[in-house]
């Protein structure tokens, strides 16, 4: 069975720090990796993925992760924090789990505080 | 663009008491997935859809029902309320094995 991990649930930065956000997934089969960004009261949304192909993917608002199959990771990473940047952010995956049937995941997800 | 719709956006249920969360999408998507969401606890399944008329439970099915007649509509039904159904529910759409898109969400408060 996959499962999602995010270590650390509130992580704090200053404005202008590098923002790295730790996801590691546990899959028998390569999954597809999600990160989405939650702002307070508001849905999820889609900050980038990775399918197949480039294992260095680029997201909306400067947002970025790299795929690492050797360490089963998946790191969001911003190199300067914005005061906007300040959510939940969210790491999914989705495993081929039998038929036609695919599931997605969610970790339990890690808070974003930017301080000024 | 309406993308996935839910109702209502709040509401306050006595123990007990039964109801239909709603939620549509119009971008022809075949998978559907209803989430709970409690702090601290990220998303978690309660029942996903592959297609009208196949349903299929998550983690946390307990106390849920659902249907899916159309490839449009999903409902979530609650029956006999309790307290630790409190929680924001989150609806879902995706393409197979693709990103999903989310609607806004329904706080549900059970009292």
């Known amino acids: 069975a996959q499962s999602v991990t995010q270590l650390g649930s509130h992580v704090s930065v200053s404005e202008g720090a590098l923002v790295l956000l730790r996801c590691n997934y546990s899959?028998?089969?390569?999954?597809?990796l999600f990160w989405y960004v939650q702002y307070p009261n508001q849905g999820l949304q889609l900050l980038l993925k990775?399918?197949?192909?480039?294992?260095l993917v680029k997201g909306i608002n400067g947002f970025e992760a790299e795929f690492k199959k050797s360490e089963t990771s998946f790191h969001l990473t911003k190199p300067s924090a914005h005061m906007s940047d300040a959510a939940e952010y969210f790491c999914?995956?989705?495993?081929?789990?039998?038929?036609?049937?695919?599931?997605?995941?969610f970790g339990k997800g890690t808070l974003l505080t930017v301080n000024p | 663009n309406a993308g996935v719709t839910q109702t209502p956006k709040f509401r306050i249920l006595k123990i007990g008491q039964s109801m239909t969360l709603q939620c549509a999408q119009d971008?022809?998507?075949?998978?559907m997935y209803w989430y709970r969401q409690d702090p601290g606890m990220g998303l978690k399944l309660i029942y996903y859809?592959?297609?009208?008329?196949?349903?299929d439970k998550g983690e946390v099915p307990n106390g849920y029902n659902v249907s899916r007649s159309t490839t449009e509509d999903f409902p979530l039904r609650l029956e006999l309320a309790a307290p630790s159904q409190t929680s924001v529910y989150f609806c879902?759409?995706?393409?197979?094995?693709?990103?999903?898109?989310f609607g806004q969400g329904t706080r549900l408060t059970v009292v």
């Open positions: 879902a759409s995706s393409r197979m094995n693709t990103e999903a898109f």
């Open positions: 899959s028998s089969v390569p999954p597809y």
């Open positions: 990775y399918t197949t192909g480039a294992t």
């Open positions: 999914a995956v989705s495993v081929y789990s039998g038929g036609s049937n695919y599931k997605l995941t």
């Open positions: 971008m022809n998507h075949n998978y």
């Open positions: 859809s592959v297609g009208a008329g196949i349903t």
